[in-house]
């Protein structure tokens, strides 16, 4: 079976793009999959342009080959755009080869271990981050609703983040949300690489009493190494890896045990191929997955069945109930029920794209937020 054509869809969801990306077969098979890197999608879809002469004529069922010819193929090792490109092109072709064989692509995996897959929402704060009133009634609701998880992210002041001041809100944002929705509700609190050492030290430790399912990306990713710092100053259970490219990037988390949790980008990190090398490096480490997962419904499907077949498995990202987001674009979206994502039973991903649907919204031109501190200098959102 060969590979005929390589088609980058970026669309327009409402507040950002998504960028799905369809491989074709000349056996009429075609899959689809979806890129990460949000607000740099012109730049992967020139990857995906490089990409398409080293694919035409090629046999679409031999991932692992095609995998390396894309990630080594350069010359220079892929990183970030180039593996976004990569995640989309690796995911439809497993929904290709799923497809093929007439299986849900966990049965490729070596079939379910578990028969549903829990995962958290993003709860919405106030403009006002001393307010907690606003954050404790959206997870009052989360939970009326059956989700076992609430998550939200470490508080700014409008476009101003100043460390000291979104610690002492986020400890009592999360000692608020506690005492509101007692010890049955998992919390998650995203820190989102704004914090240096110190701080993300002081902010872990005064969350201990709390008992957070995770503390996520406590620091930024350039240099891991900071997590040997971190680690044995808190014991709060850590989570890391979201903007990581490739196996070789989680390779001190994972064999040094700085983390709890890994936040791999299915959409980033290279697809299926390379996610499910770093989930059995985990699972040798006791390190379980909570796959970072803020796209669109693509990304949803896939993460779906990847989870379905790990064993170290944690809990998944889901910003919002499938079937909420592009449901003209994205067919036979996974069900969500009373928290958690149910088994698929059609072939490949399990759901349909439809190419006409996704032009009817057109790229935009947009960018991600920007912070900054209060003496003016950029600090990451």
């Known amino acids: 079976m ?3 054509g390589i088609e980058a869809y ?5 507040h950002r793009n998504f960028l799905f990306v369809v491989v074709d077969t000349d056996e009429g098979i075609s899959g689809v999959g979806e890129a990460g890197i949000t607000g740099r999608e012109l730049a992967v879809i020139s990857a995906i342009d490089h990409f398409r002469p080293l694919l035409i ?4 069922m031999r991932t692992e080959h095609l995998w390396q010819v894309l990630f080594r193929g350069g010359f220079f090792p892929a990183q970030r755009i180039l593996t976004a490109a990569i995640s989309a092109i690796d995911i439809a072709l497993w929904d290709i080869k799923g497809k093929a064989l007439g299986v849900p692509i966990y049965q490729l995996f070596g079939g379910r271990v578990r028969d549903r897959v829990v995962c958290y929402p993003h709860n919405q704060l106030s403009g006002d981050a001393d307010d907690v009133a606003p954050l404790v009634e959206s997870c009052r609701q989360t939970a009326a609703e059956g989700w076992k998880f609430v998550r939200w992210g470490l508080p700014q002041q409008g476009e101003i983040l100043e460390p000291a001041r979104a610690v002492r809100a986020a400890i009592r944002q999360m000692q608020a949300v506690r005492e509101a929705l007692g010890d049955e509700i998992e919390i998650t609190l995203d820190v989102h690489t704004r914090l240096d050492l110190p701080d993300a030290v002081w902010l872990c430790q005064e969350l201990e009493p709390f008992h957070p399912y995770f503390i996520e990306d406590p620091l930024r990713s350039e240099n891991p ?3 040997k710092t971190l680690r044995p100053r808190t014991r709060v259970p850590l989570a890391a890896g979201e903007q990581f490219s490739s196996k070789w990037e989680f390779r001190q988390l ?3 045990e700085w983390i709890d949790y890994a936040r791999i980008d299915l959409c980033i990190i290279g697809g299926f191929t390379e996610a499910r090398k770093i989930a059995g490096w985990c699972e040798t480490h006791y390190i379980k997955l909570a796959l970072h997962n803020p796209l669109g419904p693509v990304s949803t499907a896939a993460c779906l069945q990847l989870n379905l077949a790990t064993p170290n498995f944690g809990v998944q990202e889901q910003p919002a109930r499938p079937g909420t987001v ?8 996974p069900e969500w029920q009373d928290g958690y994502l149910l088994p698929p039973e059609r072939p490949g991903l399990g759901i349909e794209f439809d190419r006409e649907a996704a032009k009817r919204y057109p790229f935009r031109q947009a960018e991600l937020p ?12």
């Open 57 to 60: 004529g090629q046999d679409a």
């Open 254 to 256: 994972i064999e040094e």
């Open 225 to 227: 190494d900071s997590f």
């Open 2 to 4: 060969k590979i005929t």
């Open 326 to 333: 592009l449901t003209d674009v994205v067919l036979d979206q």
């Open 10 to 14: 970026p669309v327009w969801g409402g």
């Open 370 to 381: 920007q912070l900054r501190r209060l003496d003016g200098s950029f600090t990451n959102w």
